[in-house]
């Protein structure tokens, strides 16, 4: 099991290494098609699709305040009663949260709204900028956490190569290493969280996509509520009635609420699943993945939308009516297919790997505060009165307060 102690400073750069998870030899994954399952998606599609073939005019996404009000937990629920309050899912992409609180401390140092965040290029000064991303990460999930879920996790990927580096060396090769503040930032904030209570996921041989979409999917099957904290685009294909994305706005301190909606008026004509067949095409420059040269946005969900699904397509290519798309499907030779393939998320990341299940998620305060409570205090005795983040322990106590009442209740 993961630990906060795993985590702490002296153990830093040595966490414990368990097996990776690898669901079949990876000399095999280039003959296996790794398309997830739609088994409960099937189920749903039913219900989406007449809102995506005759829509009503969208409402125009929720913009919601990082703080969260009463008035947004119900938006972002669709609840009206307290019927609801224990099938509610949070999942939160970890590794997002912290690089935005790394984002936005560079934002204000670059404004010069925050001053004083550099002590020079000793030791000291690394050690002083992730314990500032930490506690604005904590904060930001402390935000979060205000939306009142029943259930919730926080998802990093595993250090290491995962699946998709078996089936293409070159996916995320041009990527930039990771600066080393985010690196400790991450450590801290598992240890914190952790120590909060909270569930902390990560697996071996799989990315924190993977994990999310397999507990996703569980949670639906479930008949619970599902939200997931990310701004990657990857996880519209997982939307249904039930699921719902909180994008973060580029700018700002808010995030949208995003589903079948917003997806219909961002897509018209598909449905989310058909999203990752679209995006095959299209390729992902920030993952390195291929795509079908040529073919752009547009021209992508016309053709998925007439073939409806990759294989349709690049079965009957040569029914294509454009030239140049046709001529370009006509010398693929695998890559949309391997697009799509790296493109999909996993949603079968078995149990024993993930050491949960959703109905492990359940939010709770931890029978002994001491360790977190010193752990933010080492934290903040770092940081020192920087931009009101003083409260952090204030907030904490909050939230287990608001826990202890829902349990109560």
């Not at 909270?198 to 071996?204: F, G, L, T, Y």
């Not at 990759?310 to 009516?321: G, H, I, K, S």
Request: hydrophobic share 40%.
């Amino acid at each position: 099991m993961v630990s906060a102690r795993m985590y702490s400073h002296a153990q830093l750069c040595l966490p414990i290494t368990p097996k990776p998870y690898f669901p079949v030899s990876p000399a095999k994954y280039r003959s296996i098609a790794l398309i997830p399952s739609l088994t409960f998606r099937g189920k749903l599609e039913i219900q989406v699709v007449n809102q995506i073939v005759k829509p009503q005019r969208p409402a125009p996404p929720v913009i919601l305040p990082s703080t969260a009000t009463s008035s947004n937990r119900s938006l972002v629920w669709n609840v009206r009663s307290k019927n609801s309050l224990q099938d509610r899912v949070l999942l939160l992409d970890g590794k997002a949260v912290v690089y935005r609180a790394y984002y936005r401390i560079n934002s204000r140092v670059s404004n010069h709204s925050l001053k004083n965040v550099s002590k020079g290029d000793s030791a000291e000064n690394s050690g002083w900028d992730s314990a500032l991303t930490t506690v604005v990460a904590l904060n930001e999930i402390l935000n979060l956490l205000e939306l009142d879920p029943s259930h919730a996790a926080i998802i990093f990927d595993y250090p290491g190569q995962t699946f998709r580096h078996a089936l293409y060396p070159e996916y995320k090769s041009h990527r930039s290493p990771t600066p080393d503040t985010v690196y400790q930032a991450v450590n801290y904030t598992k240890a914190a969280l952790l120590s909060m209570g909270m569930k902390v996921v990560e697996v071996p041989g799989v990315e924190a996509d993977d994990v999310i979409g397999t507990l996703a999917s569980e949670a639906v099957q479930l008949g619970m509520k599902v939200r997931v904290v990310s701004p990657d685009k990857d996880f519209f294909q997982l939307i249904t009635p039930q699921l719902r994305l909180l994008r973060y706005l580029p700018q700002g301190s808010g995030f949208v609420s995003f589903g079948v909606e917003e997806f219909a008026q961002k897509f018209p004509g598909l449905l989310p699943s058909q999203h990752v067949d679209m995006q095959a095409l299209v390729g992902d420059r920030a993952d390195n993945i291929p795509g079908v040269r040529g073919i752009g946005d547009i021209t992508a969900r016309k053709l998925i939308e007439k073939f409806g699904t990759l294989e349709n397509l690049l079965r009957d290519r040569e029914l294509v009516t454009q030239s140049r798309a046709r001529a370009t499907l006509l010398l693929d030779n695998g890559e949309a297919f391997l697009s799509k393939q790296l493109l999909s998320l996993k949603l079968d990341v078995p149990r024993y790997a993930m050491e949960c299940s959703v109905k492990n998620l359940l939010c709770k305060k931890p029978k002994d505060v001491r360790e977190y409570t010193n752990l933010v205090e080492a934290l903040m005795e770092i940081v020192g009165s920087t931009g009101g983040l003083d409260n952090l322990l204030e907030r904490t106590n909050e939230y287990w307060r608001r826990l202890e009442s829902h349990h109560d209740g």
